[in-house]
């Protein structure tokens, strides 16, 4: 088997295992389980926890004592057991505990797998800026099969889906082992332990743009837990009105179309980039947020289905445009020296303290519109949709970008006007958006 094939079934199971439960979990939850909208939140609010300092104890520990590509499946063995034991679970403290100590396996294995691919790539001469975004991609792949296999067996409500995570982790992490060495280099110099924890990169945050940067990067992060953690739990609530819709019936396979869209706007980046700069790009990512939650709030899985698929197209925009964006506003504002550390911060703030805040918060926003057991999903979505939209506009003030041409100023006001508007008439868009 050639390297890259190794490294595409590589990344295939390491997303496969994510894919599997990250986005129904939230259904079986609620419905399975009976847990609160909080709990939900806190459940999710894990990885977060675990993005705070795991990647980089452990990247530490690979860089120092244990070569990557058996920490790696270290992690995913410990990771499966974990997986296992939560599928068993049904009070909320074990459950919790069960998950938490699985992010803190699975979160730092992120990191890992690129290091353990660039350093097979470079050990090979391969070009890695040319060759790793087409195995990369698979990663993607492996999301959207785990999420189709979950959904086509009606796994979404069942302890199956955690069963399923548990075995894919388990033959990875066996599989790890069979993969390139990652060799140990003994450093002669002293470094610190402030460097080598990264915490030197938080020395950027004494240029006045870098600190707005990675403030509203933590802000925006408290999204990217909403819909994982609430998404199907949204479409699962709709079971007594339309039982034989599509988004009832296939919930999973419904929202893996926001994954289908990332790899689309992948492709887009670079354009937008050359075109209007990196503060417009990451604008768009805001108001694509903006309209990803008020899409939902306006829709259902009967008239108003079509507001759920464009709420899945537009995720790959405010996915993509955010993170790829803002690893590459990272890459460029940063030297040699720092790098690394700005992008583990970048990490840090987005996945970890951004995570923990979105699915506490959001959890309590849950509860707070529900009455009777019965959620108000419309103005649960649009609370999360102006909450985006007051970020977006706060950012473009505080932020300073290039200087922008009138054709690019033009460009950056428009998203604002338009969704203004959207905002101002979603009251009386929401007739059949109430569950």
Request: proline residues 2%.
């Amino acid at each position: 088997m050639s390297l890259k094939l190794r490294l595409t079934l590589l990344y295939f199971l390491q997303f496969f295992v994510w894919g599997s439960w990250l986005i129904s979990l939230g259904g079986y939850m609620s419905k399975t389980l009976g847990f609160s909208g909080f709990q939900i939140g806190s459940v999710y609010a894990t990885m977060g926890i675990s993005a705070l300092f795991m990647p980089a104890l452990l990247g530490v520990v690979a860089d120092k004592w244990v070569q990557s590509e058996r920490l790696f499946g270290i992690c995913h063995l410990f990771g499966a057991a974990f997986l296992l034991f939560a599928a068993f679970v049904t009070d909320i403290n074990t459950f919790y505990i069960a998950i938490l100590l699985h992010s803190l396996m699975y979160m730092p294995t992120i990191s890992l797998s690129n290091s353990v691919s660039f350093n097979a790539l470079e050990k090979e001469g391969f070009d890695v800026m040319t060759a790793f975004p087409k195995i990369r991609v698979w990663g993607t792949v492996g999301f959207v099969v785990a999420m189709w296999v979950v959904d086509l067996n009606a796994w979404t409500l069942s302890n199956i889906q955690l069963i399923i995570a548990a075995v894919a982790a388990l033959f990875l992490g066996v599989y790890s082992f069979t993969l390139p060495q990652c060799k140990i280099v003994k450093s002669e110099n002293t470094v610190s332990w402030v460097s080598m924890l990264g915490l030197d990169a938080f020395l950027l945050l004494k240029r006045r743009n870098m600190a707005v940067f990675f403030l509203f990067s933590m802000l925006l992060g408290a999204t990217l837990q909403v819909t994982n953690a609430f998404g199907e739990v949204f479409l699962h609530d709709f079971d007594t009105l339309f039982p034989d819709s599509f988004a009832v019936k296939y919930p999973g396979i419904l929202m893996s179309i926001s994954q289908i869209s990332e790899t689309l706007f992948i492709l887009t980046i670079p354009f937008f980039l050359r075109k209007f700069g990196i503060k417009i790009v990451m604008l768009l990512s805001m108001f694509a947020w903006v309209l990803r939650f008020g899409l939902f709030g306006i829709g259902n899985p009967d008239g108003g289905f079509i507001y759920l698929v464009l709420s899945m197209i537009v995720y790959g925009m405010a996915f993509d445009f955010f993170n790829i964006s803002g690893s590459l506003f990272v890459e460029t504002e940063t030297n040699e020296k720092c790098r690394a550390s700005a992008q583990g911060l970048f990490m840090l703030m987005t996945n970890g303290v951004g995570a923990i805040i979105g699915g506490q918060a959001s959890g309590w926003v849950v509860d707070f519109f529900t009455h009777d057991g019965v959620k108000n999903w419309s103005q649960i979505w649009f609370s999360f949709a102006a909450y985006v939209l007051v970020i977006g506009l706060v950012f473009t003030f505080l932020f300073s970008g290039q200087r922008q041409s009138q054709k690019a100023q033009s460009v950056l006001l428009a998203p604002f006007i338009a969704v203004a508007i959207f905002m101002l008439h979603l009251n009386g868009w929401v007739v059949n958006a109430h569950v």
